[in-house]
Structures are given as C-alpha cells and as structure tokens.
C-alpha cells in the first residue's frame, strides 16, 4: 500500500516547523518572562541591589552583547545562503554563529569565575541568587542553540535543500539573543 | 520532515510496539502508563483513608504509619493524580490517539517527535517512581510542595526524594510541551479537506485549548522550580527571607501555572462528553460555537485567577476582591457549557449505553463541584473553609468528574475504536452505579467534615476535640473509598476480558457522525487507505429532517442524500 503522510505545508504557505518554533517559543517567553517579572517586583520592593550590581563587569556583558548581537546577524546571512543554495556560504556564515556563542560562553565564563572568586557565589544575597539563574538558564539555552546550529552545519547539504531548517535555527538563536537584550541592561545597566 | 512512505508499513515487534512513531499506539502507551499509575494513586489514597478512619493502627500490607509517612501519602498522591494519571490518560492517550482520526489526518505532524514525548514520559515515571526507594522516601511537602517546608531537606527529612520529584515533574512537563506542540501544529496543518476550524469536533476544540493552557502557564513554574531546587542545593535564597526571597512567590508561581493546569486536566473530559452527548440523544450538539467561545472565554480567564487559592497566605489583601471577581466571573463560561449540555438532551432521542450513562455521571457530579466553586472562590467564605476537607471535597467533585466519569466515558465509548472490540455492557453498567454511589459516600461528607474544622494534611483527627463527634463521617468516607476501589475490579475484568475476548466491533457500533468512525475498527497503521477521507458537513448532524437515517457522517457527500 504506497501510502504517504502527504501533508506537509498548510495552505497559507507556512511550514509545520515554523508554527511548531512559535508556539514553543511562546512557551519560552512564559518562563523567561516569569523569571524576568520576579525580578523585577523584587528589585522594586527591596534595597540593597544596584550596589550589587556593581560590582558585575560592564565592560564584558557590553562585549557579549555586541558579540550575540552580530552572530544574529550571520545566522541572518546563513538562512540567505540556504535560499540562495550555497553550502560554502552557509557554512561559514554558521560557523561565524557557533563562533560567536562560544566566545559569549567563554566571556560568561571569565565572568561567573571572577565572580564566584571575589565571593559573590549563588547563595551570597538575592541579587546574586537572580544573578545566577537567569543567566544560567540563559547560557543553557546558548548551549542548546549551538547544538541545533552544529548539527544545521553538519548537515548543511540537506539545508539548502531545505532552507527553512535554517530559519527555524534562526528563529530559536534571535530569541536567545532576545532574552540577552532583556538580561543586560536589567542585570548589569540598571 | 514527516513523509512516512511505504517502507512504514513493513514494521518489526520493536517498531509497531515499543518505539513506534504511530500515534495509536503511542496512545495506547499513555494509558497503560496511566493506568499503572492510577492502581499506585488509588492505592495510596486506600493507605490514607485507612489512617484518617483508624488512626495509628496497622494498615494492610503496610503496617502502622506516622505522620511523616501520611505527608509523603498526601504528596504523591495529589501528584501522580494529577500529573501521572488525568494528564497521561486524558491528554496523552485521548490527545493522541483521537486528534488525527478526527480530523482526518494519517499521524500526528512530528511522529518521532511524538515518540520522544511518551518516552520521555516513561522516564519521568521511572524517577517519581524511584523517589519512592531512596534514603528518606518520596516528597512530603504536600502536592504543591510550598517553601520554606519544600526548601529546606531538614524540615521534611526528605532530601532526594523531592529532588526527584522535581526532577520528574519537569520531565513530565518536557513531554506534555513536545504533545502540547504536536496537537497544536497537527490541527493547524493536517486536517483533511473540508475539514474546517468550524467543523471540528468539540473534543479537539478542547485538546487545543488544553494544550495552549499549558503551553502558556507552565513556563513560570518550570522557572520556579529552578529556583526551588537551587534553593535546596546551592543555598539560594528566593523564597528565604533570611536572605531578602519570600515563600508567597512560590505559591504565585504554582497557582499562575496550577490553576490553568486544573483546566488543562477538565477541558478534554469536557471534550469527551461534549462527542457522548449528541451521539446518545441524537440530537446536534447545541451551541456548537458557543461552546468554543465559552472554552476560550474560560481558558484566557483562568490566567488572572490563580490567587483565589491564596486568600489566607498573608499575601496583600487588597488582591482578594479582584481575584474573587475573575473567580466568580469564570463560573460563567463553564455554566455556559453546562447548560449547553443539558440542552443538548433535552428532547432527545436518549439512549443509556454505558458511555452515556458516565457522561451524565460527569455532568451531575460536575454541577455539585462546580457550585461549591463559587463558595471558595468568595474571598470571606474562603477565608472560613480555605485548606478544609470543604476544599477536597470540592475539588474531587470537580476533577474526579472530570478524569473517571470523564476519561471513562471516554474510554467506554472509544474502546470499540481503539481494541477493535465491544466491552461487556452489563459489566460496564455495574462499574457505573457502584462508582456513582461510592463516590459520593466518599466525598459527600467531607464538605461536612471541612466545615466542622478539619483542615487538610492533618494526620490524626481524633487529636482534635471538636473533629471527635464527626469521626464518624470519616470512618464512612473510608468504608466509601475502599468499596469506591473495590468497584474498579469489574471494570479491569471488562477491559482484560473484551481485549482478548470481546465482541468484534464494527466499524461504527454507536452510528456517531464524527471522522474517527469511518476508520475500521481498529484503524490501520496510517489510518485511512489509498486517500484520506474529505468532509463534508459539521460534526454532530443527527436527526436531520427528511433524511432517512438519524446520522450523517462527516465525510458523507452532499449528493449521496437522495438515495
């Protein structure tokens, strides 16, 4: 019986992948956002936290936004080398993405050991509590990013066939970068 | 992405029934998984009783128990109901298995995706179910697992028994966000032609609601419990005052996530009974877009409602109004679909098959826990009653309605589609009325107990002098819940029974107008033959005028009428 599972797009053009990144990314910005508004109603009711976030590096964390933000231009350029059908192109494009997370992770590395080493560990007050798991949860989801992006790369010869396995990769990256742009100026600016 | 040719269909033992991508069988594993955890839950609540009616002596198989025991028999209790019983029956089996024959659909969107969500279901089994062997037992900070009692090993005694509880809730919730996509996308993009949004089933309609719910309102919580487990292991302090947290933040987290999720668990048994209805009155559902209204209406309310279960936390009371206004006000969707139920019997043709007969269990049942809704969720009266046997008992009425009347009226009636065999009726009326009878000796008098003063989690009532004269009630709540376990044997007869041994079903034994029906009993691998099926009409066309049977099936074409 040649039967197939024929559908695959659905009639307004945008494929399954993409509404199923959506609706997980929704998700997403429920936990972030929950975490996000914690922070936020007990920074207003409490004292003590800009001192504290003093003593958090500027100068790196302006770095590290700089450097997600330009890796969500080149997984941009990525996707348009996928439509255009060049491998070469794609891979370099999202090899400069993966580059660019892992010097982000590298610096949030420098940062948490700089940090942990002047005394500032988890359990040193609630800054630091907040501190620690949002930008964890955040540099796990880098992690995560970077094995979608890698395993993208690996197969990149399917992905220009198929471009919008980039963007769905994109889509995810922009968004981890999103909560970057939220992270910063709450944690380091404010 | 999805293309599953021919080669599917040449399948091994390991392929058609341990790792398969099909979504019936991946249903069937739900249940099974569901099941197993329903006899553990049920037991659990057996042990429970015993201690609430006969406090301090020895339980059957058991022995005596202390009061650190029966927390960790309330805990698990509350969370395999809730988690690994209603959202695995209800949403992993009937989600799975019902969401693509109806709507015409050979599988779910992302098969492998889907394997994966029942898999890493079966792990989170296995860590709730290891929590019960490790140093120390399983969690025993209630259900809810509030701080600082959950946020601090020694206050329980228990360490990695609720580090494992964590641990398998958030598996548990991995697989439910993979299901809840799935749903969601399959809908979107694999109904079958003419198979528009307005002729959806109503059990879909109230899938996808579900699955939006939890998909939304999850997320806060899976972040709380980040910061409940850095709590215990790191030293953390977000619900520490010592170290500038608050334990209220937990409970808003859980209630922003935990009273959606109680709508996440009542939606699909709204859903199955919503498709028994018309069926058995044969008569159209009334309201059809009402209901989805009403369902919508309800599903975007439960996100403001979540600190009606606050109301004596010492959160700021000027809160209390606003919530016990969206409480209140919530009561009217699900009184919409009530009544549209009620009317969708009234003039029927009604037939009491078994599956009828728990689907009007639910809607009596429903009403009683409804209506005791309104009493807590009025900030004064709640203040009397909140985290009183009042409060069990309301919601047993509510969600025991909704998963056994619910989910069994579910399975009564779709058993026939997914065994390809009948069950036994008489078998399935005599599980109906001894449940429908113990159930209310069960939780009938707890609203009386509660409102005499026993609060819940309480280990011993007779420590109480005024709970003293009312320990009768709970000596029959006992008697009730034990024959209420005992009234589940014919049901597990019936269903071992007519699995091996039932009647053949045909392929449409209840003449129901909706899409799954037009599959053979059970349906193939890849469900429909050479083309899915194209549709035609809505999905409860019964007893339309002038027409020679009382049912029209979806995929029945206009033209074929003047036969």
């Given at each position: 019986m040649a039967v197939r599972l024929e559908v695959e797009e659905?009639?307004?053009?945008?494929?399954?992948?993409?509404?199923?990144?959506?609706?997980?990314?929704?998700?997403?910005?429920?936990?972030?956002?929950?975490?996000?508004t914690c922070y936020i109603v007990f920074r207003l009711g409490g004292s003590g936290w800009a001192e504290a976030s003093n003593h958090l590096s500027m100068t790196l964390a302006a770095t590290n936004t700089l450097v997600l933000l330009t890796s969500s231009y080149t997984i941009v350029q990525a996707f348009v080398a996928a439509e255009r059908g060049s491998a070469p192109a794609l891979r370099r494009h999202l090899g400069l993405t993966i580059l660019g997370g892992l010097i982000f992770l590298g610096i949030k590395a420098v940062e948490y050991t700089t940090e942990i080493r002047a005394g500032f560990t988890p359990d040193a007050g609630i800054f630091w509590s907040f501190y620690y798991t949002m930008t964890g949860l955040h540099a796990l989801h880098v992690m995560g990013g970077l094995v979608v992006n890698g395993v993208v790369l690996l197969t990149a010869g399917t992905a220009i066939k198929h471009p919008h396995r980039v963007e769905l990769a994109g889509l995810y990256w922009h968004f981890v970068d999103v909560v970057w742009i939220f992270l910063f100026p709450l944690l380091y600016l404010a | 992405m999805t293309t599953a040719t021919a080669e599917h269909v040449e399948r091994g033992f390991w392929t058609t029934y341990v790792f398969?991508?099909?979504?019936?069988?991946?249903?069937?594993?739900?249940?099974?998984?569901?099941?197993?955890?329903?006899?553990?839950?049920?037991?659990?609540?057996?042990?429970?009783?015993?201690?609430?009616?006969?406090?301090?002596?020895?339980?059957?198989?058991?022995?005596?128990?202390?009061?650190?025991?029966?927390?960790?028999?309330?805990?698990?209790?509350?969370?395999?109901?809730?988690?690994?019983?209603?959202?695995?029956?209800?949403?992993?089996?009937?989600?799975?298995?019902?969401?693509?024959?109806?709507?015409?659909?050979?599988?779910?969107?992302?098969?492998?995706?889907?394997?994966?969500?029942?898999?890493?279901?079966?792990?989170?089994?296995?860590?709730?179910?290891?929590?019960?062997?490790?140093?120390?037992?399983?969690?025993?900070?209630?259900?809810?697992?509030y701080p600082p009692l959950s946020a601090k090993a020694a206050y329980t005694g228990v360490e990695w028994g609720l580090n494992l509880w964590i641990l398998g809730l958030a598996l548990e919730f991995a697989s439910f966000l993979m299901g809840g996509v799935n749903y969601l996308t399959t809908v979107i993009a694999l109904r079958a032609p003419g198979m528009t949004l307005t002729r959806v089933p109503l059990a879909v309609w109230q899938q996808l609601a579900a699955a939006t719910l939890f998909l939304l309102s999850v997320g806060p919580l899976i972040g709380g419990a980040v910061m409940l487990l850095l709590d215990r292991t790191l030293g953390t302090g977000f619900y520490a005052p010592e170290l500038g947290g608050d334990p209220?933040?937990?409970?808003?987290?859980?209630?922003?996530?935990?009273?959606?999720?109680?709508?996440?668990?009542?939606?699909?048994?709204?859903?199955?009974?919503?498709?028994?209805?018309?069926?058995?009155?044969?008569?159209?559902?009334?309201?059809?877009?009402?209901?989805?209204?009403?369902?919508?209406?309800?599903?975007?309310?439960?996100?403001?409602?979540?600190?009606?279960?606050?109301?004596?936390?010492?959160?700021?009371?000027?809160?209390?109004?606003?919530?016990?206004?969206?409480?209140?006000?919530?009561?009217?969707?699900?009184?919409?679909?009530?009544?549209?139920?009620?009317?969708?019997?009234?003039?029927?043709?009604?037939?009491?098959?078994?599956?009828?007969?728990?689907?009007?269990?639910?809607?009596?049942?429903?009403?009683?826990?409804?209506?005791?809704?309104?009493?807590?969720?009025?900030?004064?009266?709640?203040?009397?009653?909140?985290?009183?046997?009042?409060?069990?008992?309301?919601?047993?009425?509510?969600?025991?309605?909704?998963?056994?009347?619910?989910?069994?009226?579910?399975?009564?009636?779709?058993?026939?589609?997914?065994?390809?065999?009948?069950?036994?009726?008489?078998?399935?009326?005599?599980?109906?009325?001894?449940?429908?009878?113990?159930?209310?000796?069960?939780?009938?008098?707890?609203?009386?107990?509660?409102?005499?003063g026993m609060v819940r989690r309480i280990a011993n009532p007779l420590q109480y002098d005024m709970l003293v004269p009312h320990q009768w009630l709970n000596v029959l709540a006992t008697y009730g819940a034990l024959c209420l376990l005992a009234a589940q044997l014919p049901f597990v007869i019936n269903l071992l029974w007519s699995w091996r041994a039932g009647a053949p079903a045909p392929r449409n034994p209840w003449n129901a107008a909706t899409l799954e029906w037009a599959a053979p009993s059970p349906p193939p691998h890849l469900n429909w033959g050479p083309s899915v099926p194209r549709v035609y009409r809505g999905a409860y066309e019964y007893s339309v005028p002038g027409e020679r049977e009382d049912w029209l099936p979806q995929d029945l074409a206009p033209l074929a009428r003047s036969r």
């Open positions: 659905i009639p307004g053009g945008i494929p399954a992948g993409k509404v199923a990144m959506w609706w997980f990314l929704a998700s997403e910005i429920m936990m972030f956002g929950g975490l996000i | 398969s991508t099909d979504h019936k069988t991946i249903a069937k594993q739900y249940l099974t998984l569901g099941l197993f955890w329903t006899l553990v839950g049920g037991l659990l609540a057996g042990a429970m009783r015993w201690q609430l009616a006969w406090p301090d002596s020895a339980i059957p198989l058991m022995g005596e128990i202390g009061p650190e025991v029966y927390n960790m028999l309330v805990t698990m209790h509350g969370t395999i109901m809730v988690f690994f019983v209603a959202m695995p029956i209800l949403l992993g089996a009937f989600g799975n298995f019902l969401i693509p024959l109806m709507i015409g659909a050979r599988d779910m969107v992302f098969p492998r995706l889907n394997m994966l969500s029942v898999w890493t279901f079966a792990l989170a089994s296995l860590v709730m179910l290891a929590s019960f062997f490790v140093p120390g037992g399983a969690a025993s900070a209630g259900w809810t697992a209220l933040l937990w409970q808003h987290l859980f209630w922003f996530f935990g009273h959606p999720e109680v709508y996440v668990v009542l939606l699909p048994a709204l859903g199955f009974v919503l498709e028994v209805l018309p069926v058995f009155s044969r008569k159209p559902i009334f309201g059809y877009r009402w209901i989805i209204g009403a369902t919508v209406v309800a599903a975007a309310l439960s996100f403001i409602v979540w600190a009606h279960h606050m109301f004596i936390s010492g959160m700021d009371p000027r809160l209390a109004m606003p919530f016990s206004v969206t409480t209140i006000l919530i009561s009217v969707p699900f009184a919409w679909v009530v009544f549209a139920m009620i009317a969708t019997l009234w003039r029927g043709s009604i037939r009491f098959d078994v599956p009828m007969l728990w689907a009007l269990g639910f809607l009596t049942m429903f009403i009683i826990g409804g209506l005791t809704g309104i009493f807590n969720g009025s900030a004064p009266v709640d203040l009397y009653v909140s985290r009183t046997y009042f409060v069990v008992a309301h919601f047993h009425y509510t969600l025991f309605s909704a998963v056994v009347f619910g989910g069994l009226a579910g399975v009564y009636y779709w058993f026939p589609k997914m065994f390809g065999r009948m069950l036994s009726g008489p078998l399935g009326q005599l599980h109906f009325w001894l449940t429908l009878i113990f159930f209310n000796v069960t939780f009938f008098p707890m609203h009386h107990i509660g409102l005499a």
